[in-house]
């Protein structure tokens, strides 16, 4: 509760970082089932993490939904990564612009 006697609002707040509003909700029941608590600073906690995978909002929260993590933590995309040999788009861009300029410097 703020000063103004406001509540944090978990959902509005992950809705307002690009969070569809059905990924929230079942997020939501994940996090209600492992009895986490949807305060602020958790909230902000997890933001921190989002912000270092470098993906859209909605698809962390999404693969938490989906592996019913009751937070999230960047590490645990690149180790999910590393162990079904995916890499993300950006990551494929980085491998693909270091080998160009490989290349480059071998003409």
Do not use: H
């Not at 609002?9 to 059905?22: C, P, R, S, W």
């Not at 980085?94 to 490989?102: H, K, S």
Request: proline share 0%.
């Amino acid at each position: 509760i703020d000063k103004k006697g406001n509540r944090f609002d978990f959902k509005k707040a992950l809705m307002e970082i690009g969070v569809t509003e059905q990924v929230a909700e079942d997020w939501l029941k994940v996090r209600k089932e492992a009895k986490a608590s949807n305060t602020e600073t958790a909230f902000k906690g997890i933001l921190r993490e989002i912000e270092k995978t470098g993906l859209s909002a909605d698809e962390c929260i999404r693969i938490a939904a989906e592996n019913s993590w009751r937070g999230f933590k960047a590490e645990w995309i690149a180790n999910q990564r590393k162990s079904t040999g995916k890499q993300s788009v950006l990551e494929n861009n980085i491998a693909v612009a270091e080998e160009l300029a490989r290349l480059t410097k071998m003409i």
